[in-house]
């Protein structure tokens, strides 16, 4: 089965970066859209960047633009998301997630991706 594994958050101050990664398995990477998502308690899981399955184009939420880069290495199996000048408001369980079908076009609604990790925390402080 498809197994997603993300890595990299902690806690960070106002204006500082870290690097997500998300190492899949269980599917052929390389043809599978993948995408970055985040949640905070009571609120929806919400689109932050997304890639097609040949890196050929991104999609960003308007709220990161500019600070976010997502980016993938389909000989490692592996998404990143590099965040800098991060803001406190981007507090949140960030989760990677890989399209239902491969050969996809982006996304940009948790409705289109049917493979989820589990999630890792980021807290910003301010």
């Known amino acids: 089965q498809v197994q997603l594994v993300e890595s990299g958050g902690g806690l960070v101050q106002a204006g500082g970066s870290l690097r997500l990664s998300c190492l899949a398995s269980?599917?052929?990477?390389?043809?599978?859209?993948m995408g970055w998502f985040r949640q905070v308690p009571g609120k929806e899981r919400d689109v932050v960047a997304a890639i097609k399955w040949s890196g050929s184009s991104t999609y960003y939420a308007d709220s990161v633009k500019g600070r976010f880069t997502i980016s993938r290495d389909n000989a490692k199996n592996t998404v990143y998301l590099q965040m800098n000048s991060l803001k406190p408001e981007d507090t949140a369980v960030y989760y990677c997630?890989?399209?239902?079908?491969?050969?996809?076009?982006?996304?940009?609604?948790?409705?289109?991706?049917?493979?989820w990790g589990q999630g890792t925390q980021v807290t910003v402080s301010s």
């Open positions: 269980g599917l052929t990477f390389s043809t599978y859209t």
């Open positions: 997630a890989a399209q239902k079908r491969p050969w996809g076009g982006i996304g940009s609604t948790q409705f289109d991706y049917g493979s």
